[in-house]
């Protein structure tokens, strides 16, 4: 019990006072009194925003022998101004990877009087993202469109809005496209992977009645080429449009159109389109092409039998292609674009004998560097097939296998930069994977390490550093 005529008060950190009330009372009319004249003065000088109530609490007791008396806690008014953040600072990457995590970080330059201090981020037309923090703040953005996306972010500490802005653009680069499968005869879907090994997949088509497959790339990594159908039925040439998910059929499927390759110049899509003028339901192709939207659809070759498969030299010049034409087996031949009377003949292979020995170059790749990869398909009397990866000149003068071990590995597609691709093999043992090489590599790297069929991969051509959104 506190003696009611003591004149000294106990004081406890901080600012906490135990005192007979004769002693608080005087002390909290000087501070009420010193308070409205700070008030007064700084009144002119202070930011509009209203200086906080200082705290006060403080209870009147009333004790057993009915005397009264004041305790519990009393805050002092702290005469501080209300100080506005001076600036926000945003930091992280300008450019991104659909799919793949970007990380944002804002930093306010002043500690300030205040904190917390409340972040408000914008990304695009996303709904905004509001976070209570202290100096700094952390955002984590991930999505799956292409563009160009602005990000603001607004800091306050209840004194004074700061704002920071800038443009993230996200891209394709770094990523393959591939389709996969679970079950045999389950419709397959386009799937993105990241070539880097991170794990990320993305699933763009996810229409478990609809095959689709043979991803290519626009040259801009903006759009994706396929052929699609139901299965069974015959296939159609589509593209989507990365930047909006939306799909635009190319063709009408009622001829079954396969196999695009989109041409690094950009303008026009091959593919293979099988007419059925030898029997119904059997598979005679021949080479097309098309302008990207569907438009001037040409035929290039006119082959009874068989030519499949087209790919495009990197110079839009040429198609590399595979043909039966000659009877014996198939082989590689290419043919001038604009002028696809011009064929070149690549690979001389013949079967010894043509009725029970392979000697075929299927699935041509044109590397950026002058080689038509291609598997070579070998067997003798039926026997020890197999299916390895080679690759030929692209004038046909030198022809080489590329790995020399017994592994399958099928239709390399390339890094932007050249020093790596991508294929897909049962290499391992188990289902169809797809693996990346890169130079100095001695070992493939598995990047879709699963129990589905993952094959017919293709490598985003957008090379480093480019933020180019169409
Ligand atoms: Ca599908
Ligand atoms: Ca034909
Ligand atoms: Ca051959
Ligand atoms: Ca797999």
């Known amino acids: 019990m506190i003696k009611r005529n003591e004149q000294t008060c106990a004081r406890s950190r901080p600012l906490r006072w135990a005192c007979p009330a004769p002693v608080l009372a005087t002390v909290v009319l000087a501070a ?36 009264s008396q004041i305790s519990g806690t009393v805050f002092l008014p702290v005469m501080q101004r209300c100080v506005p953040l001076d600036s926000v600072g945003l930091a992280g990457p300008e450019t991104g990877t659909i799919g793949l995590t970007q990380t944002l970080t804002a930093m306010v330059s002043t500690a300030s009087s205040r904190l917390p201090v409340t972040y408000t981020w914008w990304v695009g037309s996303q709904p905004a993202v509001v976070h209570a923090g202290g100096l700094e703040d952390v955002i984590e953005i991930r999505l799956e469109r292409t563009g160009a996306y602005p990000v603001t972010v607004e800091a306050t500490n209840g004194c004074g809005v700061v704002r920071a802005e800038r443009v993230l653009t996200l891209t394709t680069r770094g990523l393959v496209a591939f389709e996969r499968h679970y079950a045999a005869e389950e419709p397959h879907d386009i799937w993105l992977l990241d070539s880097a090994g991170s794990g990320m997949e ?15 790339w626009s040259p801009d990594g903006n759009w994706l080429a396929y052929s699609a159908g139901t299965p069974g039925s015959k296939r159609a040439i589509y593209k989507m449009d990365l930047s909006s998910g939306q799909v635009t059929a190319l063709t009408d499927g009622s001829r079954d159109d396969r196999w695009p390759d989109w041409s690094p110049t950009g303008d026009r899509i091959a593919f293979m389109r099988n007419l ?18 569907g438009g001037s659809q040409q035929q290039l070759t006119d082959w009874l039998w068989q030519d499949d498969f087209p790919s495009w030299s990197p110079d839009g010049l040429w198609i590399a292609f595979t043909t039966d034409r000659d009877f014996n ?30 000697r075929d170059e299927i699935y041509p790749s044109w590397s950026p560097d002058g080689w038509v990869y291609h598997t070579f398909v070998y067997s003798n009397n039926e026997h020890d097939e197999s299916e390895l990866l080679y690759r030929v000149r692209d004038d046909g003068s030198s022809r080489e296998q590329v790995f020399n071990d017994a592994y399958n590995r099928y239709i390399p597609s390339f890094s932007p930069d050249g020093s790596c691709f991508v294929f897909y093999s049962f290499l391992g043992g188990g289902d169809k994977e797809v693996w990346k090489w890169c130079d100095g590599y001695t070992a493939a790297l598995n990047l879709t390490d699963n129990e589905a069929g993952d094959e017919f991969c293709a490598w985003s051509p957008v090379p480093q550093g480019s933020t180019h959104i169409p």
């Open 276 to 293: 059925p003028d030898l029997a119904p339901n059997q598979y005679y192709p021949d080479i097309w092409v098309m302008d990207t939207d």
């Open 32 to 67: 009420v009194v010193l308070a409205a004249l700070v008030g007064t003065v700084a009144a002119g000088s202070r930011p509009a925003q209203p200086e906080p109530a200082a705290p006060k609490q403080a209870m009147r007791q009333t004790t057993p022998g009915g005397s």
């Open 202 to 216: 993305l699933n763009l088509t996810n229409t478990p009645d609809i095959d689709e497959g043979a991803p290519t």
């Open 329 to 358: 087996g198939r082989d590689l031949w290419k043919l001038e674009a604009d002028n696809p009377t011009h064929l070149v003949r690549l690979t001389t292979t013949a079967r010894p004998n043509p009725e029970q020995d392979e």
